[in-house]
Structure formats: structure tokens, C-alpha cells
């Protein structure tokens, strides 16, 4: 039996609306102190470590837009009946480097929802891939995220 | 930092350098500060253990990814590049646990310099909670 109808194979492909964040040198250097990098070039803000574009694309809610427990909600993270998220992971392909006055934009797409027999019963796998692009229309990384529901 | 690794010396199997880190809530409310991730399981205890029934703060998945991404990144260092790395957070991690970050080469190309890396966070019990994996090129970048 499967969990997944028409009508949420259908939500494959959806984007997010694409958002354009400024790096700067004070982002950088908060999340390079925060993650604990040792390069110095990351804890000068000269350039942005692998991970910074997670941080750079965090959605800025206001409050109200937070839930109880203080998760902002991802629209395009589909509800799946009767599952929980209980584990994740990322991949990331990186081309171009971060600097400090770059202007990127990130666009979000629903990718793929599919189901896997594990041995406590069936699991989902939702996966939503980012591009992000510089001005110039280069691609600067892409990451997919992988939301394991069970 | 490590010595910057010499292409024609790796082989599969090599370890790359252990770095310990400790969980603890000052880092972890910094990295949730910095993302604007506001997830009570990160700096709510009586929340965290009482609701959700943890047994302390959660560590955040993408923080620990970020731990991982540094273990190859710092081991390849000026020396070439890292081009594309994944993770995924198989087992929770909690303030006060100690965590090591590890990894081993996997494969070396050395007619392009691409080196495939396999990383992993441990906790205090050996335990797996995070594996990975990366490619690094190592010379022309």
C-alpha cells in the first residue's frame, strides 16, 4: 500500500518564490565563530565557509509566523499522513566561492517524494533541491535536502 | 592545521586528523542565532525534556554537518578545494555529549586530483550519529 496519492506526486516541481540575500563580512564571521572554523580567512569574513549558504537562506520569519515550538514552517515540505520528520540530510555541490558584497539568489523546488519499505515500516523521502545563482547568472552551489519520514 | 596533503602520497585508507568538539549550549544558541532558527529543542530545556522528552538540548543537524564539511575542508586546505560533500543526521546529539569528527580516504584519482574522503561525527559511545561523505580536488582548482 502506498502512502503517496496523485495529489502529492503532483507538488513534485513546485518552487518557493526565489530569494536574494547580501553576504557580509559581520554574517560571516558570526557563523564562522559560531561553527567554530579555524581558517582564518573565514573568521575574518574574507570568505564564507562550505555551510554559510544555510544560514544565508534561513527563512526570516517574524514571530507570528513561527510555530509553538518556534519551527518556521517550509511551505513546500509537503504534509504526509500519519508521518513524522525524524532525519535529514544534505548534499551540496560547490562551484563558486562566497565573498563578503556577493548578491546571491536562492530558488527552492520540491524534487522528489518517494517511499522506501525500511525494516519498522515504510519510509518517505522528501527532497528539495536549491540553486543559487550570483548576478551573472552563474551557478554559485546547489544543495539538496533529503527530509526522512517515518 | 594539518600539513597540506601531497597528492602522490595518498592512498586509500589514509586517515585524516580526529578533531574532538564539545556540545555545549553557548555555540549551540550562536548557531541557531546566527541561522534565526528559533526551534525550542535548541535552548528550551524544560521544553526540550519534558515535552519532546530528550534528555538535554538537541544539537543542531546542520551544525554538526558543518563539523564534517570542516574535517575535509581543513584537511585539504590551500591545497585544492572542496567541490561537493554530504551528510546525512542519523542519530541525535545532545549538550554535553563529546563528539569527534573523523574521516579516511577513500579514493584517490590523481590524473585529476580528486580525492574521495569518508567522514563521520561520533559521539562519547562510538556511535555513528553522523556520517558523510566529500570529494576534494587536490592541485589545479
Redesign the interface.
Known amino acids: 500500500m502506498t502512502l503517496l496519492g496523485a495529489e502529492l506526486l503532483a507538488l513534485i516541481g513546485t518552487s518557493a518564490a526565489p530569494q536574494t540575500q547580501l553576504v557580509t563580512r559581520r554574517d560571516i564571521r558570526k557563523y564562522s565563530i559560531a561553527t567554530g572554523q579555524r581558517q582564518q580567512r573565514y573568521l575574518d569574513g574574507d570568505e564564507a565557509p562550505p555551510m554559510f549558504h544555510v544560514a544565508l537562506f534561513w527563512p526570516v520569519l517574524p514571530l507570528s509566523e513561527l510555530a509553538a515550538n518556534g519551527v518556521a514552517i517550509d511551505p513546500l515540505f509537503p504534509d504526509v499522513p500519519g508521518k513524522r520528520p525524524m532525519a535529514g540530510g544534505l548534499k551540496i555541490d560547490f562551484r563558486l566561492p562566497l565573498r563578503p558584497g556577493d548578491e546571491l539568489t536562492a530558488t527552492r523546488t520540491l524534487t522528489n517524494i518517494y517511499e522506501k519499505q525500511g525494516s519498522s515500516g515504510s519510509l518517505v523521502f522528501v527532497e528539495v533541491t536549491m540553486r543559487v545563482h550570483n548576478p551573472q547568472g552563474e551557478l554559485v552551489l546547489t544543495e539538496k535536502t533529503t527530509r526522512i519520514m517515518k | 592545521?594539518t600539513a597540506v596533503p601531497d597528492l602522490s602520497c595518498l592512498e586509500p585508507g589514509q586517515e585524516l586528523p580526529v578533531r574532538e568538539?564539545k556540545a555545549e549550549t553557548v555555540?549551540l544558541f550562536?548557531?541557531n542565532?546566527?541561522?534565526?532558527?528559533?526551534?525550542?529543542?535548541h535552548f528550551?530545556e524544560p521544553?526540550t525534556t519534558r515535552t519532546e522528552t530528550y534528555p538535554a538540548l538537541v544539537m543542531a543537524?546542520?551544525?554538526l554537518?558543518?563539523?564534517l564539511?570542516?574535517a575535509a575542508?581543513?584537511w585539504v586546505?590551500a591545497a585544492g578545494?572542496?567541490?561537493?560533500?554530504?551528510?546525512?543526521?542519523?542519530r541525535a546529539c545532545y549538550v554535553g555529549d563529546t563528539l569527534r569528527s573523523v574521516g579516511k580516504v577513500r579514493s584517490v584519482d590523481a590524473a585529476t586530483g580528486e580525492v574521495v574522503l569518508e567522514l563521520a561525527i561520533l559521539n562519547q559511545k562510538d556511535e555513528v550519529t553522523t556520517p558523510g561523505t566529500a570529494v576534494v580536488r587536490i592541485g589545479s582548482v
Open positions: 592545521m568538539f555555540q550562536l548557531y542565532a546566527a541561522l534565526w532558527n528559533a526551534d525550542r529543542i528550551d521544553y543537524g546542520p551544525l554537518g558543518d563539523w564539511a570542516q575542508n581543513d586546505g578545494r572542496l567541490c561537493s560533500f554530504e551528510y546525512s543526521n542519523r
